[in-house]
């Protein structure tokens, strides 16, 4: 049926983020702007901060590191954190809702920069608490 999503009221686990490279700040966050077009989604914001080859095997760093999680929906945001941790997360922040998404996306910057100085993805960020 037209205008009807195959998507409505199944989890959909962000990890976009927007061109970095632009110089304007975006108007609206990724997370947000998928969330606002599909609305029947069960949006869950993670992984956006994390290469490629860590989202599933966290461990092939050898020390501890974060990976940030938002969602306005509670039970999607438990099962996707469920997930998360049945790929060996350990240390997973929950930031909230999806207001939180513009703060996880503007993180991508400083990763960039990160991997140009290391000479490639093998690494991550940790948040040390006290």
């Not at 095997?57 to 974060?66: A, F, M, V």
């Not at 996707?80 to 809702?97: M, N, P």
């Amino acid at each position: 049926m037209l205008g009807q999503c195959e998507i409505d009221g199944k989890i959909l686990i962000d990890i976009g983020n927007y061109d970095s490279a632009v110089d304007q700040p975006i108007a609206e966050p990724l997370g947000q702007a998928i969330q606002r077009e599909h609305p029947k989604v069960r949006l869950v914001k993670t992984l956006n901060s994390v290469s490629a080859h860590l989202m599933v095997e966290p461990g092939n760093l050898q020390q501890r590191h974060s990976v940030f999680i938002a969602s306005n929906d509670e039970p999607a945001k438990r099962e996707v954190a469920k997930l998360l941790e049945s790929f060996g997360w350990q240390d997973i922040i929950d930031l909230g809702d999806l207001g939180n998404c513009r703060a996880m996306e503007q993180l991508i910057p400083l990763w960039m920069s990160l991997e140009r100085k290391f000479g490639g993805p093998q690494f991550n960020l940790a948040v040390v608490r006290g």
